[in-house]
């Protein structure tokens, strides 16, 4: 079965903890994403890579990190220094490629609640 | 930054009836994009129209884009309970990449 999926589906924190979300592809996709949903909003652009060992900020990057050490893995730690972390967290992933008609493939989220 | 707006914020319909969301958008494009989510669930792609095409369809869903307006719409007919859910739009930039999503529209299909 193709597809992504993030783990875990909830996760707790207490403040002042870092906490790494899990997102995995087998899609063959050079692009993955990551953004944050709030409840009844849109979805914000934390990070986001085109190609393995690169990745690009977003609209709200502070207090976030990523890697992409491999191609179909592009984990986010929520740091301490997110001062609001409590939101649905969701990875994407698409073929990637300037000019290139980019579907998104999203997970199915991860809920993070800080306690 | 936030490019695209839906509007309306939330829709409530009868089955059977048609359903119409509009997007509008601020800087140049390179494709538009529709996407459903369910509550609590990730996103699903339903339709993709490019900045040189006018109009789309897929099945129930018509989308039309008008770029000299900066606007798209998504028109679903004969609407069934099961869409019931918020749907989205997004735009990615010239480079296609940098995709920025809508605040969304709930829709909610009564039976």
């Known amino acids: 079965d193709g597809g992504i999926t993030q783990s875990p589906k909830y996760l707790f924190r207490k403040e002042g903890q870092n906490v790494t979300l899990s997102c995995e592809q087998n899609?063959?996709?050079?692009?993955m994403y990551w953004y944050r949903q709030d409840p009844g909003q849109g979805l914000r652009l934390i990070y986001y890579?085109?190609?393995?060992?690169?990745?690009q900020k977003g609209d709200i990057a502070e207090g976030y990190s990523v890697s992409r050490e491999k191609k179909e893995s592009f984990p986010l730690t929520v740091t301490s220094a997110q001062k609001n972390p409590t939101a649905f967290y969701l990875c994407?992933?698409?073929?990637?490629?300037?000019?290139?008609?980019?579907?998104?493939?999203f997970g199915p989220g991860t809920r993070l609640t800080v306690l | 930054s936030q490019q695209g707006e839906e509007d309306p914020q939330a829709l409530s319909i009868q089955e059977g009836e048609n359903a119409t969301m509009n997007c509008s958008y601020k800087?140049?494009?390179?494709?538009l994009q529709w996407y459903r989510q369910n509550s609590g669930r990730g996103l699903v792609h339903l339709i993709l129209?490019?900045?040189?095409?006018r109009e789309k369809h897929s099945g129930r869903l018509r989308v039309t884009l008008d770029t000299s307006k900066k606007s798209s719409s998504l028109l679903i007919t004969a609407s069934r309970a099961a869409d019931t859910a918020s749907y989205f739009c997004?735009?990615?930039?010239?480079?296609?990449?940098?995709?920025?999503f809508g605040p969304g529209t709930r829709l909610s299909v009564l039976p």
């Open positions: 994407a992933s698409s073929l990637g490629g300037a000019g290139r008609a980019n579907e998104q493939f």
């Open positions: 800087t140049s494009i390179n494709n």
């Open positions: 890579s085109q190609i393995v060992n690169d990745f």
């Open positions: 899609l063959n996709h050079d692009a």
């Open positions: 129209i490019r900045s040189n095409e």
């Open positions: 997004a735009t990615d930039d010239n480079y296609g990449q940098n995709f920025v």
